[in-house]
């Protein structure tokens, strides 16, 4: 099972960007679907979470700006950034938690992160 993240780069502060990440592999399904980052010296942070129910949850920072959809057809998690600030520039990862066939648990995965750089 693997994560792909795409999406990233530079914008102009006020700007938009929309983040994708599909899963592949072979799964039975996959539960929640959320999106970190991480900035230089900052810890990683969750921005936006959705649930296999479509419940969402957005991290203060980011509410009112950013919205997180997924598309279980094709097993992909999006996130609209939208009115970004220089400070949501940072390392955008995806993470899921995938429940693969035959366990009766959820595995969680990483995707590679990719870049959101905002500029004036």
């Known amino acids: 099972v693997q994560l792909q993240a795409s999406g990233g780069g530079l914008v102009q502060v006020g700007g938009s960007l929309r983040l994708s990440c599909a899963a592949s592999?072979?799964?039975?399904?996959?539960?929640?679907m959320n999106w970190y980052r991480q900035a230089p010296g900052k810890q990683r942070e969750l921005v936006a979470a959705?649930?296999?129910?479509?419940?969402?949850n957005y991290a203060d920072s980011v509410k009112g700006r950013f919205t997180i959809s997924r598309d279980n057809a094709r097993n992909t998690v999006y996130l609209q950034m939208n009115s970004l600030k220089f400070e949501d520039a940072a390392v955008y990862y995806c993470?899921?938690?995938?429940?693969?066939?035959?366990?009766?648990?959820?595995?969680?995965?990483w995707g590679k992160g990719t870049q959101v750089t905002v500029s004036s």
């Open positions: 592999g072979t799964f039975f399904s996959i539960n929640a």
């Open positions: 993470n899921a938690q995938i429940m693969r066939v035959g366990l009766p648990f959820a595995t969680e995965y």
């Open positions: 959705i649930t296999s129910g479509d419940i969402t």
